[in-house]
Every structure is written in structure tokens, then in C-alpha cells.
């Protein structure tokens, strides 16, 4: 039964301050000594934490207990992807402006679903939005969307394709649907990100639908294999999906060339570049995207190499009139009339969400250019500085150019050996990375996209890695 005093009261300014202070020092000290905690968690943290959980109970509790009880429970089991030596998939820690513009975002709690919900956080995604262009060398006329990811940026672009060339073919897709109309063609990489594939189910158009195209030894497009695969289908709609860093080795497509073979079919190109669009930032890494700007689709991450807090992704388009058509929608009651700012719901998937443009502009306004570029230069010189010393190691091989900042690391020529090495490395604390499979071998798979990483870290990994390596080699 539910009594007054069971309701909850607003906190007094004081307690609330003392509870937000609380929670944003627990973080703080967090980060603070992430250099020095486990990588990852081992077992015993994670059941400590089911038990620490505790179970639902009927009564209230007072804040300050329940987030004390949280991150007493959570702490120990966390893995320090926010620190220095997380090197798995993809994945740097975020930046501390955009980590504290993430904390207010949490704390003035607005809606960036429209202008009327929150035109500040309308007003600040349109600023940043055109900042991200700037920094990435997109169009400056291209729109965009604050996405959760580049799964959500990927499906964002390719339901603008679908629209677009679904009309070209005199096709409404929107009011009609895919029943009956035209069948679409999805030509890409034969090692195109997953998430691509995800995006054509939940478009309707089938993971069927994908005519893959054969990949050179980098995983970097075939373009002569692309121009027969297009050319030996039907004409009508295609989109060709191309990749500005191949999830495993780096490797960019051939954006010019590409791009000419997929416009002499009338496809929409779209690029993922989830990690590797921000090659554009960097004048020492720009020439990977050259010719990119020719696209008509763009999705990269926010949460990868701009360093900001989960979640965020960016879709950009060429073709403004497609993305809203795909997008925008209307009720009466929502009444979003602006005519000054744009809406932030008319352009991605959702409608309420969290403002995301205050930790992306926070970041931009951070690092500038410069910054960013000097972020891509780091994580690019620190792979580099991995492969250098991993590979003169007896038995060690790097199995790829290293063009970026992904490095692909062999063990003694054996799976075996290369994956007892990785589990031994992911147990020590030390580091973190991934393991993949790359041309029938298993590998290791060191990913280098977080500001925090010093020389000194590669180093240490490397020490960590070469030992756990003897250990396995005998
Ligand atoms: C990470 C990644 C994605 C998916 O991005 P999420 O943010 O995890 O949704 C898509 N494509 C590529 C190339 C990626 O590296």
C-alpha cells in the first residue's frame, strides 16, 4: 500500500547538490586511477556485483544510498575502456569536456526531440553538426543527424538511398511501401561492416539484397570487380556501399575511382565510416578519403575517434530532400514550427532522446582542428609504434600495412598459439584486445582510438603481450 510519505519529495537544493557532487566524484576518482585498475574485470567482480545488486524491493530508499549502493556495486567490475590501455574493437574513452557536457546533459534532462521540447539542444546539434562537417570535409551543404551509432547512422543513410532511388524509379516508398515496388540492388564490399547488413533487414530491403564484391589483400574494395558486378545486374535502383576503414586492417576503398564506376550506374554510394571518416581530420591522414566528399551518404561515430561519451553517432547527407523525406514526420499535437532552427526528429530515428550535441560540441570545442587532427595523429602513430615492435619479435608477424589505427598481430604462425597469446594478454590486466579472424587466420586485433594512450602504454602492452607470448610459446 502506498502512504504519503512514500512518495518522493524533491531533494533540497543542498541535498541535490551533494548527491550530484557525490556521483561526479565517484566518476572523477574513477578516472582518476583508471591507469592503475585491472583492464577487465575477472569473474569474481562480476558475481560480486549480481550479489551487490540486491533484489527489488517494496519500499523507497534515499538517493544518496541508492547511488552509494550502485557504484560500490558496479565499480569493481567495470572495464577501463576510459582509460589508456583499451585497445578493444573500436572504442576510445571520452574526453573529460565531453564527459562533463554529458553530465549536464543528464542534469537539465531536455527532450531533443524538437524545437519545442529543447531548441537549445536543437540550436547547439545544428552548430555542431556543421563543425563536424568542417573537421570531417563533408559538403558544407549536406544535413545530418545525431544518431546512437553507426548502426543507427548506417539505417539513417540507407532509408535516404532507398527513398532516393526507389523515386528515381517512380517509387513512393514511404506511402507505398516495398510490396510490389522495384527490387533494390545493395552492391558492396565483400567485407563491409555487419551493421550494413542489419540495416538492409530493418529497411526491408533483405541482407539478400547485398551483390558482394570481391575485396584486395588490405579488404579495400576490388573497383574493377565492383564495375562487373554492377554492370552484369539489371538497371534500375543500386545502391553501392562503400568503407572508409575496414573493420579489421583499416583499409579505405578507392573513394574516386569507386565512385565514378558506381555514378556511370545511377547508384546512390553511401560511405560507413564509422571510425575512418576521421581520417578527413587530419592533414598527415586526409589523402586515405580523398574523393570521399563525392558520396552521397555518410556514417561515422562520434563514440570512436571524436572521444565522445556513449551514445553517438553522425549520419550526413548530400541529398537533404531525401534524408527528411525518409525521416520527417508530424501529428498535430507536437506542433514543431520553427522556422529559425531545424528539427532534430525530422532527421534521425528517434523522437525523444538525449541531447547529444552538447558533448559533441563540447568536444569540438575542446580539442579544434587541431586537436582533432592531433588525436587521429597519436592513435595512428601509436599503432604504428605497436606493429614497429611487435614485428621485430621472433614468431610475431603483422599481417597488414598499417595504415591507420587498427594492427593485426600473428603468434607463431599458428591460431593455437595466437589465440592462447590473446586470452593470456586479456587475463593479465595490463591491456585489452580483441581477437578476429583476417583471410582464414586468427589474429590479434589492437585498435588505438583513445587520447589517454601515451608511448609509454604501447610500451607497457607490448611487454605484456611478449611475455604472455613466451608463456604460451614455451
Ligand atoms: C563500429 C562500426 C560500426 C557500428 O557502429 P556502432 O556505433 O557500434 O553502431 C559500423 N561500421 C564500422 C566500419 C564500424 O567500425
Known amino acids: 500500500m502506498i502512504t504519503t510519505t512514500d512518495e518522493q519529495q524533491p531533494s533540497k537544493a543542498s541535498a541535490l547538490s551533494a548527491l550530484l557532487e557525490d556521483a561526479a566524484a565517484r566518476a572523477a576518482r574513477y578516472r582518476g586511477a583508471v591507469d592503475d585498475v585491472p583492464v577487465f574485470p575477472g569473474a ?80 547547439v546539434e545544428e552548430v555542431a553538426g556543421e563543425w563536424l562537417k568542417d573537421v570531417l570535409g563533408l559538403p558544407s551543404g549536406a544535413s545530418f543527424a545525431f544518431t546512437t551509432g553507426g548502426q543507427a547512422a548506417n539505417t539513417v543513410c540507407l532509408a535516404a538511398a532507398r527513398h532516393q532511388v526507389l523515386a528515381d524509379a517512380g517509387w513512393d516508398v514511404e506511402r507505398d511501401g516495398l510490396a510490389g515496388a522495384p527490387r533494390v540492388r545493395v552492391v558492396t564490399g565483400a567485407l563491409r561492416h555487419i551493421t550494413i547488413d542489419r540495416s538492409l533487414r530493418l529497411l526491408g530491403l533483405g541482407a539478400n539484397a547485398v551483390e558482394p564484391v570481391p575485396v584486395g589483400d588490405d579488404g579495400a574494395i576490388d573497383v574493377a570487380a565492383l564495375a562487373r558486378v554492377l554492370a552484369d545486374g539489371p538497371r534500375g535502383p543500386v545502391i553501392v556501399c562503400l568503407q572508409a576503414g575496414e573493420v579489421n586492417s583499416g583499409a579505405f576503398d578507392d573513394f574516386p575511382a569507386a565512385i565514378t564506376v558506381a555514378r556511370e550506374h545511377g547508384a546512390w554510394v553511401h560511405v560507413d565510416g564509422a571510425f575512418g571518416l576521421w581520417a578527413g581530420a587530419s592533414p598527415a591522414t586526409r589523402r586515405l578519403v580523398a574523393g570521399v566528399d563525392g558520396a552521397d551518404s555518410w556514417a561515422t561515430d562520434g563514440h570512436k575517434w571524436l572521444n565522445v561519451p556513449y551514445d553517438s553517432g553522425y549520419a550526413f547527407c548530400a541529398r537533404p530532400a531525401a534524408h527528411k523525406a525518409s525521416m520527417a514526420f508530424s501529428a498535430a499535437y507536437l506542433g514543431d514550427a520553427s522556422e529559425t532552427l531545424r528539427s532534430p526528429g525530422d532527421w534521425g530515428l528517434e523522437s525523444s532522446r538525449r541531447a547529444r550535441g552538447f558533448a559533441t560540441w563540447a568536444a569540438l570545442r575542446e580539442l579544434g582542428r ?105
Open 44 to 123: 569474481d567482480a562480476l558475481e560480486a556485483l549480481r550479489a551487490g545488486l540486491g533484489t527489488l524491493r517494496d519500499k523507497p530508499a534515499a538517493p544518496q544510498a541508492v547511488i552509494a549502493e550502485l557504484a560500490d556495486a558496479v565499480e569493481p567490475a567495470l572495464v577501463a575502456s576510459a582509460g589508456p590501455r583499451y585497445f578493444g574493437f573500436v572504442i576510445g574513452g571520452a574526453l573529460d569536456s565531453a564527459t562533463a557536457a554529458d553530465i549536464l546533459a543528464a542534469g537539465w534532462d531536455q527532450n531533443a526531440f524538437n524545437t519545442l521540447t529543447s531548441p537549445a539542444a536543437a540550436a
Open 370 to 474: 587541431d586537436g582533432v587532427a592531433g588525436l587521429v595523429d597519436r592513435c595512428c602513430a601509436r599503432a604504428r609504434r605497436f606493429a614497429g615492435l611487435l614485428a621485430k619479435v621472433d614468431g610475431v608477424r603483422v599481417m597488414h600495412d598499417v595504415v591507420l589505427n587498427q594492427v593485426l598481430v600473428r603468434f607463431g604462425d599458428s591460431d593455437d598459439i595466437t589465440e592462447r597469446t590473446l586470452a593470456a594478454v586479456q587475463r593479465s590486466g595490463v591491456c585489452w584486445m580483441g581477437g578476429t579472424t583476417w583471410r582464414a587466420q586468427r589474429l590479434m586485433r589492437i585498435s588505438v582510438s583513445g587520447w589517454r594512450t601515451t608511448e609509454a602504454d604501447v610500451d607497457r602492452s607490448v611487454e605484456a603481450i611478449l611475455a604472455a607470448y613466451r608463456g604460451v610459446s614455451g
